[in-house]
């Protein structure tokens, strides 16, 4: 029989125990504050607030990271649809990836060109718009006007998987009072994988050819959930999985607003069956599928109830497949066509 006095010690859910072993982002409280004053804002004005996530989350592999593992994605789904959204009359909070692409500035900063390609000096020696982009460049300008002076785009940058999962849960809550004017357009690339706050080495993992500092008559050498070591040449990593929080926005974080997830698979034959798994365990309105080979111009959508539904630029109008993990500068110029090509599809 149990002792009295002694408590059956009650296992806390990982998805409550990530955020108690993880410390949050410096940005935080910062990011809070201004999604919070804008959330209201447009609470107040009766309008539809998205929050669109996008780009890739990493995982450090040490505490000062010059190591991490990256999940692929430029950004350009994310960036491409706030633009649309903010079309549509949605005021957007962009919630992405340090440096991936961003709403407007997208078609001028991972360019062909170098920006200074967009320009021209003029006859008194001022600096000018090329006249062959001025015309392109004036509707950009134009819509990122009209986006800052209604403040109808809030942009919001992470990087790491942590900082991530910190600032959804955040941003999540504070849209609670939308109830169904919120929208969840979850296009970010989110690591599977992590390495937890106490595995992670506070310094860069040295190499074997570098001798490890003998403490106390003992090698520092690591457990097998020790952080990690380089043996030999090789480097043996044991990463936690990350739990599933993509359901407490469902059930906690945001249980009134709409929720549209995104799947990615480079196994075609998977792709559907993987979709309709994440729709049945996430209970999301929406799960897109895309294939990494051809997310450019096919999606399919998988809705509950519902026969899955596949749009795709037609062929004529579909520019050659992007397949490298990090695309090149022309291929991402490539990209930004045919992703127009897309939402017009
Ligand atoms: O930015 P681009 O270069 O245009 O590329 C766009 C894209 C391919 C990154 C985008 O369209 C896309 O598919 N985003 C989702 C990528 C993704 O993380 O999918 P995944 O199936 O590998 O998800 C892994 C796990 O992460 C899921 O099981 C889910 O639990 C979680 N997840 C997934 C998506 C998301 N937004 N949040 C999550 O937490």
Not at 18 to 36: G, Q, V
Not at 161 to 189: C, D, N, Q, S, V
Not at 200 to 224: A, C, F, L, M, R
């Amino acid at each position: 029989m149990e002792d009295a006095g002694q408590k059956e010690s009650v296992p806390v859910p990982k998805e409550r125990s990530y955020f108690r072993d993880n410390p949050p982002p410096k940005t935080l409280e910062s990011h809070t504050k201004l999604a919070k004053a804008f959330i209201s804002y447009h609470v107040r004005s009766n309008r539809d607030v998205v929050m669109i996530t996008s780009g890739g989350t990493t995982v450090p592999l040490e505490n000062q990271t010059v190591r991490f593992i990256d999940n692929f994605s430029a950004g350009t789904r994310g960036a491409t649809s706030a633009e649309y959204f903010l079309e549509a009359g949605y005021a957007v909070i962009f919630l992405h990836r340090q440096f991936s692409l961003l709403p407007y500035s997208r078609h001028y900063s991972h360019s062909t060109n170098c920006f200074l390609d967009f320009m021209t000096e003029g006859q008194n020696g001022e600096v000018e718009v090329n006249p062959e982009y001025q015309q392109k460049m004036l509707g950009v300008l134009r819509k990122y006007n009209a986006a800052k002076r209604e403040n109808k785009l809030l942009m919001l940058p992470f990087t790491t998987i942590t900082e991530y999962l910190w600032e959804l849960r955040e941003i999540a809550t504070l849209m609670r009072p939308l109830g169904p004017k919120a929208l969840f357009f979850l296009a970010a690339a989110v690591s599977d994988f992590f390495l937890p706050k106490d595995r992670i080495s506070e310094h860069k993992i040295q190499s074997s050819d570098n001798k490890e500092p003998v403490t106390n008559g003992s090698s520092k050498s690591e457990t097998s959930a020790g952080p990690p070591v380089g043996h030999g040449k090789q480097l043996k990593i044991d990463l936690d999985p990350v739990p599933k929080f993509l359901k407490m926005l469902v059930d906690g974080w945001a249980p009134e607003g709409m929720i549209v997830s995104f799947k990615l698979e480079t196994d075609p034959s998977l792709l559907v069956f993987k979709a309709q798994q994440a729709l049945e365990k996430y209970a999301h309105h929406l799960v897109i599928g895309n294939l990494l080979s051809t997310r450019k111009y096919e999606v399919v959508f998988v809705a509950p109830g519902e026969e899955e539904h596949w749009i795709r630029v037609p062929v004529h109008r579909r520019i050659k497949s992007v397949t490298a993990p990090r695309p090149d500068m022309k291929a991402l110029k490539d990209e930004q066509t045919t992703e127009q090509e897309w939402f017009r599809g």
